[in-house]
């Protein structure tokens, strides 16, 4: 390299291979390149696989196109696949988002002595691996023994069927989400709390600004990249989400709390159709990407002017 | 009218007393800078006026009504900051407007007051842009903007140059000074720049370790300083201080310092010192009053000073030549033309009338009232 860096540097200007290899872009390129080939490896091959699969037939002999697609898209159970993914998926980011901002801020006031162990015991929710929390808000919803129904009890109220109920099983599977999501919107906002400068608040106080008016003039439009940023991230892994719903309810009552993860293993591993189940986890990619294109690029836009 | 004053104010934050009992009153439309090294509670101070900061004790009276529990919003104020605090989201206009938008006015008058603000400061071209499109200058003017277009009572600036370059610090201090002339209102200006405080003042404050030195003209700070901290602090290059003792030759007072040079006192300075005979003391003299000798002005009373120069460091409108006493050095002020060369023996003029007594336990000035 270094031979042909100094070959170049006395040659007369031309455009030659050489330079093009010298050229800072060129480098950088090429350092990066490894990188760029695993991700492909690890993230393009099995997406491209996935893509492929879809367009088999259910033995995966046949190429059959949309036909798959064309299948979900005739069955209602799809619809209500999609309904409650999205009911899911909105939900709980638009909870975990104003819980993650409400707390943000409790933690952001706390005198910074305290501080610091309020924030490690905010992010336990998040930090324990989610299949064993749910076991535990499991047991939690247990119809006769658990301590839920028992609070209620000694309330004299009637005990609620948590995960038996389709309303109340849609409300528990969003409610341990927001339950363990929620503590990372708590971390993004109080890092983006923390960045906005005090004297901004100063002087909208004496700008005349009440709490309310510092928060919506002051707090939010500084905060607007990451409450963007955090919510996109949310809502593309909250509607990937498998665990919660899989361990819950499995899908039930009646197939009403499943979502696109869970049905499609269903569809996919447990029923054997292959084919038809990446077709199922691959029917919200082209949303999720044109959702993720439109907020990122009023995030950079902001970004650059703000 | 607005008046401001302070009595027996006290911050103190947990450990620290950060102001220690300040008692001082700001005239209506007057320009007083509260000037001090780092540390000594200017910007606490400011910050208690502004309602930023609780008063631990005492009382601040904005306009004869206490405001000791009175919110920011409700004081009528407004404040510029060191680092200008420009909302970075909101474009030049919606900032200055933005405190008059929270009050609900109408839009033609914000409009106007707007308008009004940036034609005074000259940034009318500059409205539509956001605080990051603008250079530290122009931030500068926008915060004062923000401050002019709410037509306070009070203007608090903590520091507002600070953040310039030289050249713009001078400039945008000529600014202040303009806009305060044009929009006469009662301001508070907090700096640790002497010349800022110098010249932008009706009146300096002096202020050292929480409490106030001395309060007055900068003339009169500059002329008579109550304390060695005031002398010290005013001027620059900063007073010399040199260990001296006073002695009597017959009707002759004369003060002789650690080398044995010997200086005469001029008659009118005999009864003001006469007590003293015989102390050790401290003189404290200006680089100024310390010159090439030449034929002595109007009312001079100079005396001859041997000095053989350290440093010489030309200036341009002057060249600054250090030399020692004993074993304190000292600062002497003289013409270029006087060419002064380190190592050759000169002779140098110090004008005694300007000289100042200082008692060197206290540091107390002599022969002027004590601060109150
Ligand atoms: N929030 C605080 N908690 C504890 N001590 C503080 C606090 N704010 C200021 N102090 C102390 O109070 C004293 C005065 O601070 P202040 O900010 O008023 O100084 P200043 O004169 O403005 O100095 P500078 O020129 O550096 O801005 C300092 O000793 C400082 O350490
Ligand atoms: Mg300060």
């Not at chain 2, 932008?200 to 929480?210: E, F, Q, S």
């Not at chain 2, 310092?257 to 005979?277: K, N």
């Not at chain 2, 401290?282 to 034929?295: A, I, K, Q, S």
Request: proline share 6%.
């Amino acid at each position: 390299m270094s031979q042909t860096a100094q070959a170049s540097s006395v040659a007369v200007p031309r455009r030659t291979m050489r330079q093009w290899l010298k050229r800072p872009s060129t480098i950088a390129f090429l350092m990066t390149l490894p990188l760029i080939l695993l991700i492909g490896l690890l993230v393009l091959y099995p997406a491209g696989y996935a893509i492929h699969l879809a367009t088999l037939n259910k033995g995966m002999t046949r190429f059959v196109g949309f036909g798959n697609f064309e299948f979900l898209f005739g069955r209602e159970t799809f619809w209500m696949v999609v309904k409650q993914s999205c009911i899911f998926a909105i939900t709980a980011v638009v909870f975990k988002a104003i819980i993650g901002f409400v707390v943000a801020h409790f933690v952001h006031n706390i005198p910074s002595k305290g501080q610091r162990k309020w924030r490690g015991m905010l992010l336990v929710p998040w930090v324990i691996p989610p299949a064993m929390s749910t076991l535990a808000w499991l047991w939690l919803f247990d119809p006769s023994y658990s301590a839920f129904n028992w609070v209620l009890a000694q309330f004299g109220a009637d005990p609620v069927p948590w995960t038996g109920d389709a309303y109340w099983a849609r409300f528990s599977v969003i409610l341990v989400n927001i339950w363990i999501g929620s503590p990372f919107f708590m971390i993004m906002y109080l890092a983006a709390l923390k960045s906005v400068p005090d004297q901004l608040y100063e002087a909208a106080l004496i700008d005349g600004a009440n709490w309310w008016q510092r928060i919506w003039y002051i707090t939010l439009p500084m905060m607007r990249n990451i409450i963007a940023i955090t919510a996109l991230f949310s809502l593309i892994v909250t509607f990937a989400n498998f665990d919660i719903v899989r361990i819950l309810t499995a899908g039930g009552p009646l197939d009403l709390t499943h979502v696109f993860a869970t049905w499609s293993f269903l569809v996919g591993i447990e029923s054997g159709d292959i084919p038809l189940g990446a077709s199922v986890s691959l029917f919200m990619m082209p949303f999720l990407a044109i959702a993720a294109v439109i907020i990122l690029r009023d995030v950079v836009k902001r970004g650059s002017q703000a | 009218m607005a008046e401001v004053s302070l009595h027996k104010v006290v911050k103190r934050y947990e450990g620290v007393e950060a102001v220690r009992g300040i008692d001082l009153t700001i005239g209506d439309k007057e320009f007083v800078v509260l000037v001090g090294p780092s540390g000594c509670g200017k910007s606490t101070t400011l910050r208690m006026i502004a309602g930023l900061e609780e008063i631990t004790d005492g009382a601040i009276q904005i306009d004869g009504t206490v405001v000791n529990d009175v919110p920011p919003k409700d004081r009528d104020i407004a404040m510029v900051f060191q680092n200008y605090a420009l909302y970075p989201h909101m474009t030049v206009s919606e900032n200055m407007s933005f405190g008059l938008r929270l009050k609900r006015f109408p839009k033609d008058e914000i409009r106007r007051r707007v308008d009004e603000a940036a034609r005074i400061l000259n940034i009318e071209d500059l409205l539509e842009r956001k605080p990051r499109q603008l250079s530290g200058g122009q931030r500068q003017r926008v915060a004062m903007g923000r401050a002019i277009v709410r037509n306070p009572k009070v203007f608090l600036f903590d520091e507002p140059l600070s953040n310039l370059d030289a050249k713009l610090r001078v400039q945008m201090r000529t600014e202040i000074k303009r806009v305060h002339q044009q929009v006469p209102v009662t301001t508070v200006y907090v700096t640790h720049d002497q010349v800022e405080a110098m010249t932008l003042a009706d009146r300096v404050v002096v202020m050292n370790d929480g409490v106030i030195e001395q309060v007055g003209a900068p003339n009169e700070l500059y002329h008579s300083p109550r304390t060695r901290f005031v002398a010290g602090f005013i001027g620059s290059p900063s007073m010399n201080f040199l260990r001296c003792k006073l002695d009597r030759e017959g009707e002759d007072l004369m003060v002789r310092l650690a080398d044995g040079v010997a200086l005469t006192l001029p008659a009118e300075s005999r009864e003001r010192y006469r007590e003293h005979v015989g102390r050790e003391l401290v003189l404290g003299l200006r680089p100024e009053h310390l010159t090439e000798t030449r034929p002595p002005r109007n009312g001079e009373v100079v005396a001859p000073f041997p000095a053989v120069p350290d440093v010489v460091e030309p200036m341009g409108m002057d060249t600054l030549v250090y030399f020692r006493v004993g074993r304190e050095e000292v600062c002497a002020r003289m013409d270029p033309s006087a060419n002064p060369r380190v190592g050759e023996p000169i002779t140098l003029a110090a004008n005694l009338a300007r000289m100042h007594l200082l008692d060197p336990g206290s540091g107390l000035v002599l022969g002027t009232r004590p601060t109150g």
